[in-house]
Every structure is written in structure tokens, then in C-alpha cells.
């Protein structure tokens, strides 16, 4: 499942994100949803999210729900 709808996201939900950095490559970090920062219900890019280990990026997939 793709990270673009804010009603899909929550705290505790394992995803793949893309860090601002990487947005060029790609490059995906996974982690686990502690925070959700984008404030809309839908981004066509992807729901912004902090990660427990306070990184910050945009949901590309959903690992586990």
C-alpha cells in the first residue's frame, strides 16, 4: 500500500520512507511511525512522518498494518 492517504497512516505502523536527502536516489529507510506530520489527508508524494528515531521523510510503502 502506498503512503499518499493520511487515514492509512498511524503511530505503531512499520513503513518505508524517503528522507529529503535521498530524494534524488530513492534510497528508502524503514522504520516505525512515531509522529504524523502532514496535516492534509491526501500528498501526492507521500505522507510526511517522523520515525521513532526521530528521522523525518514521506511514506513510500506500507510494510505492516
Request: glycine share 10%; net charge positive.
Amino acid at each position: 500500500m502506498n503512503g499518499q492517504n493520511r487515514k492509512d497512516i498511524h503511530p505503531g505502523l512499520e513503513v518505508d520512507i524517503v528522507l529529503k536527502k535521498d530524494q534524488r536516489t530513492g534510497i528508502r529507510t524503514r522504520g516505525i511511525v512515531k509522529d504524523i506530520l502532514t496535516n492534509s489527508s491526501f500528498h501526492p508524494h507521500g505522507i510526511k512522518v517522523r520515525l521513532r528515531d526521530g528521522q523525518v521523510g514521506r511514506v513510500q510503502e506500507i510494510i505492516n498494518e
